[in-house]
T-cell receptor, first 113, second 112 residues
Framework: DAEITQSPRHKITETGRQVTLACHQT?????MFWYRQDLGHGLRLIHY???????NKGEVSDGYSVSRSNTEDLPLTLESAASSQTSVYFC????????????FGPGTRLTVL | GESVGLHLPTLSVQEGDNSIINCAYS??????FIWYKQESGKGPQFIID?????DKRQGQRVTVLLNKTVKHLSLQIAATQPGDSAVYFC???????????FGTGTRLKVLA
């Protein structure tokens, strides 16, 4: 069955380190998204991609970057981790249109000490 | 698990009763709305959606009601089951854009 996976599921890192969170989908979806989820906030969009070689900034993109070299993967990199980036991160994918259902991965809990 | 919600509003219902979860959305220009379910340790899962040209839409045991006048959305779950225990949140969207605004959610607890 098609699915979307994230790794690692849990990560503890130190301030200033570079961290990369992986997202892999086998739906063959064009669109992929990264969100963070924090207490008191709904999901907030970090970056998104409409297809290979396309990336776009979301509402909370500072300190994060993504690259889309193939259809299946959209890794999220924290260039220099900060304590404010402690959060739960979700990757999602959808087929083509903005109203196509977004399928979410299981999440990665990141703690920055 | 991979979810947040220690301080979420909580709705407790008896198994078999109907549940109503409410959401106030923020943007009067939003014209597409979704309800998600998020179980502990899992990512959000699509439940049902509705476009602004509708007031009501029904799925299997779930109904979404939209009141554009007061910017209010509700999710009704019929005959609530233990498996319905989760955090539920709404999302709003302007059609044609990838910008979704997500609510913070309500925790539903089903009492046996």
């Amino acid at each position: 069955d098609a699915e979307i996976t994230q790794s690692p599921r849990h990560k503890i890192t130190e301030t200033g380190r570079q961290v990369t969170l992986a997202c892999h989908q086998t739906w063959n979806h064009n669109n992929m998204f990264w969100y963070r989820q924090d207490l008191g906030h709904g999901l907030r969009l970090i970056h998104y991609s409409y297809g290979v070689q396309d990336t776009n900034k979301g509402e909370v993109s500072d300190g994060y970057s993504v690259s889309r070299s193939n259809t299946e993967d959209l890794p999220l990199t924290l260039e220099s981790a900060a304590s404010s980036q402690t959060s739960v991160y979700f990757c999602a994918s959808s087929d083509r249109d903005s109203t196509d259902t977004q399928y979410f991965g299981p999440g990665t809990r990141l703690t920055v000490l | 698990g991979e979810s947040v919600g220690l301080h979420l509003p909580t709705l407790s219902v008896q198994e078999g009763d109907n549940s109503i979860i409410n959401c106030a959305y923020s943007n009067s220009a939003s014209d597409y709305f979704i309800w998600y379910k998020q179980e502990s340790g899992k990512g959000p899962q699509f439940i049902i959606d509705i476009r602004s040209n509708m007031d009501k839409r029904q799925g299997q045991r779930v109904t979404v009601l939209l009141n554009k006048t007061v910017k209010h959305l509700s999710l009704q779950i019929a005959a609530t089951q233990p498996g319905d225990s989760a955090v539920y949140f709404c999302a709003e969207n302007i059609l044609g854009t990838y910008k979704y605004i997500f609510g913070t959610g309500t925790r539903l607890k089903v009492l046996a």
